[in-house]
């Protein structure tokens, strides 16, 4: 009989220890404070989710201008504020990408920045000869910013959605330098944010020096990005590519002459399979092919992956060796 009280006993003060009113408003209060905690979380990652998903929203619809011909630019400038007009009458956006009942709107949100790009847009005459792929690295700027947290991808994009005065030439100045720097690490230039990564592989102006080297070693990584470099090799294959540059690669080495810079030097050759060449250029890291497939020109059916995106781009100097 002893036994079975001294079991029961802690179960009846556990019962009565329930209906206590302080310890019943303990546990509703514990409780709710549960509830809340859980609550707040999911917001934060509906908000979060929200944010990824608008971004990478607005990108595809910027990336429905660049699928066409290539056009005025002026006509890619009107054609992509009605994209955006659409976006903020129909898209049902973040507010912290737009929000329709500011007035005025923050010129620091991401659809007022692009629009003042798409306005800015026919001014930039250096994007005449490329003006799809400008497109796309404005698209990719945002689909980047949309694997960062909120705070990261909100400041990325306020700092890096903005189309400079001019391309990549003037190394010298102290401000285009900011812009478009020389001699930086990967890891820096990875940083320097989708717009600027494209652009800096169009400059107008050969590098103060040349590191004589091999494309083994650029694949390999052994120099930084953005450096003038000379190499000597045998041309493995050539081609043209979409947006109007000349290709040809010296063993896995990707080698790309401009548009603008064949129309400033009209007579710089254009190497062909089994050239011997000296090359002279930029070292370049192509981020916009990391998730794409390029082709052996001799071989359309299986073609060949990309083995790096390592380049000499853009390539100023060509010279066909006997």
């Known amino acids: 009989m002893n036994a079975i009280l001294a079991v029961l006993l802690p ?11 302080e310890l019943k408003k303990g546990k509703l209060e514990a409780d709710e404070k549960v509830r809340q905690h859980k609550s707040e979380r999911l917001a934060r990652y509906q908000a979060k989710e929200r944010l990824k998903k608008d971004l990478r929203y607005i990108a595809e619809e910027l990336d429905r201008e660049r699928l066409g011909e290539r056009l005025e630019l002026q006509t890619h400038s ?3 504020l009605e994209r955006i007009e659409h976006l903020k009458k129909h898209g049902q956006l973040d507010a912290r990408l737009y929000d329709p009942a500011e007035n005025p709107q923050d010129p620091d949100k991401v659809i007022p920045r692009l629009e003042k790009i798409c306005r800015e847009l026919p001014n930039k005459k250096y994007a005449e000869q490329y003006p799809r792929s400008l497109i796309k690295a404005i698209a990719t700027e945002l689909r980047d ?5 909120e705070a990261a991808a909100l400041k990325t994009l306020e700092e890096n959605l903005v189309l400079p005065d001019q391309q990549p030439g003037e190394e010298d100045a102290f401000q285009a330098l900011a812009l478009f720097p020389v001699d930086v690490t990967l890891e820096r230039f990875k940083k320097l ?19 004589k080297t091999t494309a083994k070693d650029i694949v390999a990584g052994r120099h930084n990005v953005q450096i003038g470099v000379e190499i000597e090799g045998k041309v493995a294959r050539h081609g043209g590519a979409i947006d109007g540059d000349y290709t040809f690669d010296i063993g896995d080495l990707h080698i790309e002459m401009t548009p603008e810079w064949r129309l400033m030097h ?17 070292t370049y890291y192509d981020i916009f092919h990391k998730a794409e497939m390029e082709y052996d020109p001799d071989d359309e059916v299986l073609g060949i992956n990309r083995v790096t995106l390592w380049e000499i781009h853009p390539v100023q100097d060509v010279e066909v060796l006997p």
């Open 11 to 21: 179960v009846c003060a556990l019962a009565a220890g329930d209906s206590h009113p």
């Open 78 to 80: 009107d054609n992509c």
């Open 145 to 149: 910013a949309a694997e960062l947290d």
């Open 193 to 211: 944010g989708a717009i600027r990564v494209f652009l800096v592989k169009h400059r107008i102006k050969r590098p103060r020096g040349h590191a």
């Open 266 to 282: 009209p007579n710089i050759p254009k190497p062909k399979k089994g050239d011997k060449v000296r090359v002279k250029g930029w």
